[in-house]
């Protein structure tokens, strides 16, 4: 799980508005889509593991309006096109690189923010903007956090 203090930043960064078309992908027990949807986002939550997306609902039920919150199961790395195009992306973890996949789901005037890193525990936060087409990425500040399994390259045979 991704500390309460990185995900307000992520979020801080991103420029949540009221109204704003959202995506958390691997959103664990709803804390990241339960802070978008308390800034007035319409918020859908990806979740692979059954477990935590169940504890989410239950969070999210008790704390947020009915309907605040959409959750979705998925492969994390693919985001969630049925919902596309997003106003905001929050990826909760560190991803290797950006993810091809959900940055072409950003809207045009869209915000990405999560962690880049390489695995060991040491990464920067990011904000991506898509402006005219083109994603751009700007470092925001250091963390460090989890990697997530689902953004990781296969294990390949090295010399």
């Not at 997306?53 to 049925?82: D, H, M, N, Q, Y």
């Not at 751009?136 to 296969?154: N, R, W």
């Amino acid at each position: 799980m991704v500390s309460p203090m990185v995900i307000a930043r992520l979020a801080q960064v991103a420029a949540v508005r009221p109204g704003d078309r959202a995506l958390v992908v691997s959103s664990g027990t709803g804390y990241g889509a339960a802070v978008l949807a308390r800034c007035g986002a319409r918020v859908t939550a990806l979740e692979t593991d059954a477990a935590l997306a169940a504890i989410a609902g239950r969070a999210l039920a008790a704390t947020l309006p009915a309907g605040a919150v959409r959750l979705e199961s998925g492969r994390p790395a693919e985001g969630f096109a049925g919902g596309a195009p997003y106003d905001v992306i929050l990826i909760e973890g560190e991803v290797p690189e950006m993810p091809a996949a959900i940055t072409d789901q950003l809207a045009e005037g869209g915000r990405l923010a999560t962690v880049l890193g390489n695995g060991r525990r040491g990464g920067v936060a990011v904000l991506a903007r898509r402006i005219g087409g083109a994603v751009s990425v700007t470092p925001v500040f250091d963390c460090a956090t989890a990697a997530l399994p689902d953004f990781q390259p296969a294990p390949g045979f090295v010399f």
